[in-house]
């Protein structure tokens, strides 16, 4: 018995094909043959129809079938299934046989090749006597053939063909070799398979025509038989359908048969076959659910079936199988496109295979330990004459016996003496391990983290069983992470101990010392005494280079328990070999990853240090280990290596004092006890401004000059189960037990791992001076008082000035800083000063210094000042020089100094949307102070723009004016505009610059000069100007002379009708209504006399104007530049008031 025997034959697990033999073709020497062959073979996509093909020769001998039963009377069954039945029908026993001949239709030797083509169809014919297999000729012809019915020779010569090899016109087909090889050939296929099913629908139906011969009684293992045979059959067939109900069928009535000793491993084989059919053809149909359900049927009817008990390792062994055939069977579901899930994947089986499989192993061990004396049976009982079984499942030296009662009892003695002692060959272990680790794959696969931990744990322990404890020891490092993250100590415990193991047997002296470490530790869930036992053999391993010379027979640690012998004397000689070898013995062993019997935390005394006061950290250690242990060195190392020097305590110690209980000695640990170690160091000048970091404490166990270990804890401390410590700590509510006052409770320390080194505290008072709020563009005045209260000189005083960093770059673009206030800064100035040297001050001292800001945008800005100077002091006595500064800061707001406003009227005062080409108007602009501040108006200056001119001389009004808030200053400017036709967006006015600064500034603060843009304004060219003359008011009852000047501004000669409409209020002379023309660019006057008789404002007669080619010109727009109305003084009044004017 092989350790394969438990593997399903390859006939069971392939998809059956329906077999079709070729003959006559000569693939070797006949490239036409060749091509033919290829044309079968090559390429079959999953669309072209599943055959299975074989080219033999035209001679060739197929199985002889056996004489047809008339009767099954008297016949008894010898076994359920023959071994080589599947094969048979699979390979051997084709259901078509196709004779290939070289024949054309118009061949000139027909009659002779006509009858050789007759003769191999009867030597096929008579090699399948007996057989239902169909044959078929193709003759091979080099022409293409003609549509049916159109050659008549090919007709008659097909039916003679026929007729001479007896077959019917449907197996007699023609395949040119042409070009088209491959499409002939596809149809030939189909063609085959058409006569593959009427074969295998024969055979089945042949089967079933035995099953009114059979009896319940004696022929119950015939109905498996047979039934297992049409589902065979029907697969051949691809009727997947009806396979699937019959092996159903078979598999209920294998359960049927009478289970005994002797024969329940054949029923449980035959049992495992169907099962595995069936499971196959539920996930080819995707019902994954039913082939499930399945299993769990076959599994739960199967796995009280034993048998005998002294091979009950085969019956674990055959339940591995099933569940790793169904695993493979999952699995290649999957890859053809079925979805698992997490809880449902081929992981689960394989798991259960390998439970199975570690089953066997330890039946195997209890059950094949024979002693050394007992030997293999000759002759061998499990040989046959074959080399093969007749019926599957049977036991060799019984085959075809189906009693219950065994017929020779010591026969059966020596064959289960033989399969015991094969099994003792079986690497049971490598089974184990291939299992588990295809579970472990799937686990990955579907994401479940545990179930794969869990797994490869027991796949370490399957290495270290076979003795592998390299890779047993990679396995268990990998899990220990996540067991130690997660805080599953007693797992953790149980795979360090195996992994102690390991590394003991392989004498691995730093994975030793890294398991040892963390056996003893908080993490380890062992007894006292086991501890005691590994921190004795810790110490041995560290001391043995010191004492190895001295103590011959501690060559090695003590032999961990429960170690196969052999491996521990071979362990014993390999520690040997390695304390005798020179070379490194100093192990650093990162503590970071694990959980070590040693804790340790850092901590600063203060999240930040003045350069003039000694740095001060503790260093706080606890021992979790059964006995006060005494260590040689404790050194601290800082991201700045200069300081390390200064933070290293050392103990000379003996190796025997190492583990002797003293209390005493700076380097010595009691368990459970909170040891502190203060340090303090100066810090360096250079490193203000910077963090300090304790990048690692070290812990030396063992001296250096011999074989010593060193704890290294990356940052201020902490190992792999620290943070999930100080979570639990946090959360819980439980009140610690009171200590003496020179103890602490370990998980109230808080690790600080890192310091800030910051300049000495300043002795100097800084104050700003000025008045705010700044004015948009002006030289603010800032006034910073430096005020020394230090006890000794302080010399290299600087001042850095402006506006603070980081602010909005706009901001620092429009900020300019200066010293001197008597000139305007420009875009030069930065807007921060730095590094201004002011000299040297003596204690008491004050010095002031001025500084000007331009802030050219409105808002809020930070100011900095900041004073640095430079003073010796004496630390540690040690002298340094420290570097001071001090800061202030301030907010100035930046506001307008004023606001300005402009608009345009008429000569009448009126506002104006638009102005007239030529004709002028006023600009008048409004000054209202915004400052909290008097502002002095220096000077204004009107600057126009090209398109525009003044009327009169252009001279400020405005000089010399002082306004106090809210007061405002007008000036009035009359301009006009010359014709500059139609521009869009308006024409530009010009600027408005005012010269100003404030009251209260010094003489020699500059003026400011300020420009408005004033707006565009829109210009529109009139076709007739009017403008009158006239005093500035009348009297009643006495003449009032009016001029009115008409202006053509075309180039045009205008007609223009003129009217006169009278007022109730005046008389008037002159013409009433006229008719004129006017020549381009002339002008007209026209005289009247308005005689009034009404005193008060009153309506003048009114002017209107039509002009025949501008009829859009109307009276309104006429009336914008001529009065309408005058004030008339009553009669008799004497004084001559000019000062109202016409309106």
Known sequence: MSPTQWDFPVELCCRPMAFVTLTGLDVVYNAVHRAVWDAFCANRRADRVPISFKVLPGDHEYPKCRPKRTSYEWYIPKGILKTGWMNKHLNLVPALVVVFYELDWDEPQWKEKQSECATRVEIVRQSLQGRNTKVAVVLIQKKTPLPPGEDVTASERAAALCNACELSGKSLFVLPHTDHLVGYIIRLENAFYEHAQTYYYTEIRRVKSHKEFLNKTTHQLLFVRHQFKIAFFSELKQDTQNALKNYRTAYNLVHELRAHETNILEIK????????????????????????????????????????????????????????????????????????????????????????????????????????????????????????????????????????????????????????????????????????????????????????????????????????????????????????????????????????????????LKDYITYSLELLGRASTLKDDQKSRIEKNLINVLMLKELYSVL????????????????????????????????????????????????????????????????????????????????????????????????????????????????????????????????????KTEDVGKKIEITSVDLVLGHETGRCVVLNWQGGGGDAASSQEALQASRSFKRRPKLPDSELHWDSIVIQASTMIISRVPNISVHLRHDPPALTNEMYCLVVTVESHEKTRIRDVKLTAGLKPGQDANLTQKTHVSLHGTELCDESYPALLTDIPVGDLHPGEQLEKMLYVRCGTVGSRMFLVYVSYLINTTIEDKEIVCKCHKDETVTIETVFPFDVAVKFVSTKFEHLERVYADIPFLLMTDLLSASPWALTIVSSELQLAPSMAPVDQLESQVDKVVLQTGESASECFCLRCPSVGNVEGGVATGHYIISWKRTSAVGNVPVISTAITLPHVIVENIPLHVNADLPSFGRVRESLPVKYHLQNKTNLVQDVEISVEPSDAFMFSGLKQIRLRILPGTEQEMLYNFYPLMAGYQQLPSLNVNLLRFPHFTNQLLRRFIPTSIFVKPQGRLADDTSIAAA
């Open 552 to 683: 011959v027979q501690n060559e090695s640690p003590d032999p961990e328990p429960d170690c196969d012998v052999l491996a521990v004397k071979t362990a014993q000689k390999l520690w040997s070999d390695r304390v005798s070898l020179a070379g490194s013995n100093v192990f650093t062993i990162g503590v970071q990853d694990f959980v070590p019997f040693v804790q340790c935390k850092a901590k600063f005394h203060a999240p930040s240090f003045h350069v003039d006061v000694p740095v001060r950290f503790d260093i706080y250690l606890k021992a979790d280990c059964p006995h006060p242990i005494r260590f040689s060195k404790l050194c601290v190392s800082f991201n700045n290596q200069e300081y390390n020097q200064f933070c290293v305590i050392e103990e000379a110690t003996k190796a025997s004092e190492v583990l002797e209980n003293l209390t005493q000695g700076k380097m010595c640990l009691v368990p459970g006890k909170t040891r502190k170690f203060l340090f303090k160091f100066v810090a």
């Open 269 to 508: 084989t035959m049992a495992g076959f169907i099962n595995y059919k069936i499971c196959r053809l539920c996930f080819q149909h995707n019902t994954p659910l039913d082939a499930i359900a399945q299993f769990r049927k076959h599994i739960d009817l199967c796995k009280k079936k034993i048998g005998s008990a002294e091979l009950s390792f085969e019956h674990a062994a055959w339940m591995s199988k099933q569940f790793q055939a169904f695993g493979d069977l999952f699995d290649e579901a999957i890859k053809l496109g079925l979805t698992a899930i997490q809880t449902q994947n081929p992981g689960f089986y394989y798991q259960q295979a390998a439970y199975y499989a570690q089953e066997r192993k330890q039946l195997a061990k209890t059950l094949c330990s024979h002693e050394a004396s007992v030997t293999y049976p000759n002759p061998d009982p499990l040989e046959t004459q074959t080399g093969v079984l007749d019926f599957y499942g049977q036991r060799s030296w019984r085959q075809g016996i189906l009693s219950f009662d065994l017929s020779d009892p010591e026969k059966e003695k020596v064959g289960i003496l033989a399969i015991q002692l094969k099994e003792r060959s079986v690497v049971h272990s490598e089974i184990i391990i291939t299992l588990l680790s295809n579970a472990v794959a799937q686990f990955k696969k579907y994401k479940c983290p545990r179930m794969k931990s869990h797994l490869m744990v027991q796949m370490g322990e399957e290495y270290y069983y076979a003795k592998d404890y390299t890779k047993a020891l990679k396995l268990l490092d990998y899990v220990m992470c996540d067991y130690r993250s997660e805080g599953w100590w007693t797992l953790l415990t149980s795979i360090l101990t195996t992994a102690l193991k390991c590394s003991y047997l392989m004498a691995q």
